[in-house]
């Protein structure tokens, strides 16, 4: 196939010894049908054999890269990011995939919208060996279907009071972004992009302060992976233990330390905080932009009542130091005194079919034999055309899904009132 515009893509993929994942989020990008791209595997110094699984490929369009020596998670991204020679960029997970034609798709758009960043709202899956408590090989698409013009400036403090999600922000991450902008921000950053402990998030918001205005598409053009390599994952909603598995080990490796002035937690307001006043401190034209450190105690306690008794615990642990290293006295423990912990079971609130209350279709993958993320991103292209022809979903189908979601949240209604009746008057103290 020969492109006649000239746009060229640069897939970014960050890598360390994920050889059991890689192989498919490589052959979503392997099997797009646009071929004016380049596919950057960032190994960062892997000792099993993601070398031989992208060699196997034999694809000239993939360029196979290694830091030499372990570095942290930013500078392996950034060690990536050199290696670009495309128009716009995307970086992907090597448990992520990009939707069959979704790099023609952004091409289009970027030439109807002559726009310099696009994200998206990204699918999930949960690989069979899911790192996280939720129902295994299991795919959930965002059936929305509109794009709308955003300002970067206007959602970045928006998000920053607490008001949106971090994830409607133009990324680096399930996003296409100009190498213009990239070079734009790494020249008044001296001469670097990544500068924080979680780059995914850092880029969301040095992006919306140098972006101006960007486009936000409500259907997905990537699968957001969830494996047992998953560190995001295993941090924010992950196992019990923080010392044990991919979480451990990423924390006892060479990291950009968090801020001074904050404390990490598993939560995304803590970690979404501690990118932002990394980033402010690197990217001057984050100067005006503040965050209230009270809102940020109180938003991550709220966000903890319904988790489970350690993850609380965790958190209410770091917020505690934050207000000790900002003067506010007994601010945090003083909320989390007037704070119950209730944490709800785990029924699964996701139920395959159709959730009328999100707008999303949940697919149980294993009933048609898929095993990783390629498989799953053409059962959810499949689903997605399917939609767009105009097929609506069986209405019976649609009611047994939603009746098995009401009775779900009705269990975790039940549940949680017993365990405050059981509770009455426990308080979680730290």
């Known amino acids: 196939m020969h492109n ?91 448990d992520d995939a990009l939707l069959p034609g979704a ?27 899911c790192v996280i408590d939720r129902a295994p090989n299991f795919l959930t698409i965002p059936l929305k279907n509109s794009i709308s013009r955003r300002n970067g400036d206007s959602m970045l403090r928006e998000v920053l009071s607490f008001k949106r999600s971090l994830y409607e922000l133009p990324s680096i991450y399930l996003g296409v972004i100009s190498r213009k902008i990239i070079n734009t921000i790494k020249e008044k950053s001296n001469g670097q992009f990544f500068h924080a402990l979680s780059p995914d998030f850092y880029s969301a918001i040095v992006l919306s302060a140098a972006v101006g205005t960007y486009y936000f598409s409500t259907k997905p053009y990537s699968i957001f992976g969830q494996s047992q390599h998953s560190m995001g994952a295993a941090f924010l909603y992950g196992p019990k233990e923080p010392d044990a598995g991919v979480e451990h080990k990423f924390f006892n490796e060479p990291n950009i330390p968090s801020h001074a002035k904050l404390a990490l937690g598993p ?31 109180k938003q991550a306690i709220d966000e903890m009542v319904h988790e489970p008794r350690e993850k609380f615990a965790r958190v209410a642990a770091a917020v505690s130091e934050i207000a000790q290293k900002n003067s506010l006295g007994n601010y945090a423990d003083e909320l989390l005194k007037n704070t119950k912990n209730v944490p709800w079971i785990n029924i699964g609130i ?36 399917y939609q767009k022809a105009g097929m609506s979903f069986s209405l019976i189908s649609i009611v047994k899904s939603t009746l098995k979601l009401v009775i779900n949240l009705m269990k975790r209604w039940y549940y949680a009132k017993r365990e405050v009746k059981v509770n009455a008057g426990a308080i979680i103290k730290i």
Not at 271 to 286: D, G, T
Not at 364 to 369: A, H, L, R, T, V
């Open 267 to 297: 939560s995304t307001w803590l970690v979404l905080a501690n990118a932002f006043m990394q980033a402010k401190e690197q990217f001057p034209p984050l100067a005006p932009y503040e965050i209230d450190l009270r809102e940020l105690i």
């Open 350 to 385: 996701d139920v395959p079919g159709y959730n009328i209350f999100r707008h999303h279709f949940n697919v149980d993958c294993s009933i048609y034999g898929v095993r990783d993320v390629y498989q799953a991103s053409i059962i959810c292209k499949l689903i997605l055309e």
């Open 4 to 94: 006649i515009d000239g746009i060229k893509f640069s897939v970014v993929i960050p890598t360390r010894e994920r050889a059991s994942t890689l192989g498919a989020s490589i052959r979503t990008c392997v099997t797009q049908d646009y071929d004016n791209f380049e596919i950057i595997v960032s190994d960062n110094d892997s000792q099993d054999d993601t070398k031989e699984i992208v060699e196997a490929f034999r694809d000239q369009r993939i360029i196979y890269v290694n830091t030499g020596k372990r570095v942290a998670m930013s500078e392996n991204w950034e060690f990536g990011l050199k290696q670009v020679s495309g128009d716009f960029v995307i970086f992907l997970g090597d």
């Open 103 to 129: 790099l023609k798709e952004l091409r289009d758009l970027i030439k109807k919208y002559g726009c310099a960043a696009i994200s998206w709202h990204g699918a999930s899956y949960y690989w069979p060996c």
